[in-house]
């Protein structure tokens, strides 16, 4: 399996997965939230399947999940009742911590060794929405930890860097 099928295969369970999460989501937000990130992952599977087939590559679109991320959890500031809903869901959220993660690693990696300029725009561009998507997940999983302390988005403070 070369390196193009490799991420093609990880970008369909990644997009499963959310599938999965978004089914799960009791909240519509949350729900709308992990909708958006299955969307996402298509795009990424899309771009990297054209790059495997040299057919052109597809631009990767902004991504309207982090400006929805925000809203939603502003929406959630001192209110402790969503968390609760969501506290079932918090290994979901933890495992997809961990799958957002390794995705960055992994177009990290494969950002290093690419020579080709339209597969290295390609793969720039859906590591920074990798990394948004674990920025997203990882202020829901905060939120969820701790509602009472919730105080901004981690993006904007110093909090803990990606």
Do not use: C
């Not at 599977?45 to 929805?68: M, N, W």
């Not at 990696?109 to 725009?121: C, K, P, S, Y």
Request: glycine share 4%; hydrophobic share 40%; proline share 4%.
């Amino acid at each position: 399996m070369n390196v193009f099928e490799l991420a093609m295969v990880k970008e369909l369970e990644v997009k499963a997965y959310y599938e999965k999460l978004a089914d799960e989501a009791t909240l519509p937000g949350v729900k709308n939230i992990f909708m958006l990130l299955a969307a996402d992952e298509q795009k990424h599977y899309d771009a990297v399947r054209e790059l495997k087939e040299r057919s052109g590559t597809e631009k990767i679109t902004d991504s309207p999940a982090l400006v929805l991320a925000r809203k939603v959890l502003a929406g959630f500031f001192g209110d402790p009742a969503p968390a609760s809903k969501m506290k079932n869901s918090l290994e979901s959220y933890r495992k997809a911590l961990l799958v957002e993660a390794e995705s960055v690693g992994f177009y990290e990696e494969l950002l290093g060794r690419e020579e080709d300029g339209h597969a290295r725009a390609a793969f720039s561009a859906i590591l920074e929405q990798e990394r948004n998507h674990y920025s997203i997940v990882e202020n829901l999983y905060e939120y969820v930890l701790r509602p009472e302390y919730f105080l901004e988005w981690a993006e904007f403070s110093n909090l803990r860097p990606l």
